[in-house]
């Protein structure tokens, strides 16, 4: 086998949400070859071996919402709402990123991650402006060595609410070029999918949904989209519509099982019950909702109605961090909060919708999202001895609520390991990294 994990306790994530103790994992060629249950002997010979006594594996974190050029931005437009904060920073700065840097974003979005115990990105794409940007996040990716769904997005108005003219394009146009990113990378590696959707409601017209959607439908493509975020959503769709931007989607038959509907702070019951119905799922994303003050998304109707929840972190600029375990830190205790009872919302629920719910959200739960015999080892080693979790009588309570990035000890995807104790087998230096990409943001800087 290519890479043992011995004896450590497995928060498997599986159907019956077994927890193994004293388990070790045997991974060959990207997969997990056995588990070998507590006493089981172990039969042959390992290339490499991480001793995990006193340690847990998990499988590794889906991030079902992220924008990776914002990790440049962070702290930028600090303090002010969704529309301000999108004109003083991700704008602006969006409009001119060049490949150069869209590659070091995402180098840097796919590390941040990893080091957070995430092993998939889905990167919302929507600097659309020349078609090299969308290559250059690809192979940033890539490089690190990340599992990640491309989003490439589409934007046919919206100038009236700041959206830079150079990210507008009729949809008809953007599905060709979505199109040419399905060719050159769809089927090629289970490392990378390829989607597409409408950026935001205010920056798409009713026509754009159903060019989109016709597309989708031929060519069995998924998509997703910023959704009931804030009120102006509805403000837009009701001004030139005459009616929410939910029951506009639900008309042209948008509402189905391969919709990711992101942020979604401000459904209705009838929304809910609408989503249910569909199978549309939602990337929940606190982090950025409570920065920007968007408010709570209504989690816990949803679970309760049976729509699928998972998490994201959305763009660092709205979050200033790629940091998963915040996510989900954030998303069990502010709904907690919210509903003044504690026990309305759990770690091993939220492990869930981190993992195997991400992956059915991504249509990747065949191959991640639990850990299990035949599927790919894409896993985390959680230490708890760090002075944050120690002692540790729970290790998934600990993981949700009292772990930073210290406790992720190794991060594996593919069955390779791509982070061990601090340092990226993908890069040589950290400090060369960080000098690089300084210099090349104080040319940007000074043409803002």
Known sequence: MDLLIRDVTVYTVNDKDEILTHASIAVENGKIKKIYREGEPITEEAKEILEGAGKAVFPGFVNTHIHIF???????????????????????????????LQYEAARLASMEALQSGCTTLSEFFYTTQSEELAHAVIQGMQDIGIRSVFIRTFQDTGLEYGMPKCFLEDAATAMKKVDALVKQYQGKSDMLQIWTGPDVT?????????????????????????????EVDNEMTNRYYGKNVVDLLEEIGFLTDRFLAVHCVNLTDHEIDLFAQHGVSISHNPMANMYLGSGYAPTVKCLQKGVRVTLGTDG??????????????????????????????????????????????????HLIGSVEEGKKADLIVFNPHQLTSFPCHDPLASLVYSSTIQNIETTIVNGRIVYHQGKFSSLNSLDGFYHSVEKKLDRLKREI
Do not use: F
């Not at 709402?81 to 700065?93: D, G, K, M, Q, T």
């Not at 017209?205 to 804030?230: A, P, R």
């Open 316 to 365: 660092a600029a709205s979050n200033n961090t790629t940091n998963m375990l915040e996510t989900l830190k954030m998303a069990c205790v502010t709904q907690k909060a919210n509903y003044r009872d504690a026990a309305i919302l759990t770690a091993p629920q939220i492990l869930r919708a981190a993992t195997i719910e991400g992956a059915k959200a991504i249509k990747m739960d």
């Open 202 to 230: 205010w920056s798409t017209t009713k026509e754009g949904y159903q060019t989109m959607l016709e597309y989708c439908n031929s060519e069995k493509v998924n998509y997703s989209m910023h959704i009931q975020e804030t």
């Open 70 to 100: 914002q990790s440049l931005l962070k702290g930028l437009g600090a303090d002010h709402r969704l529309i301000e904060w999108l004109n003083l920073s991700a704008l602006p700065y969006g409009e001119r990123i060049g490949s150069d």
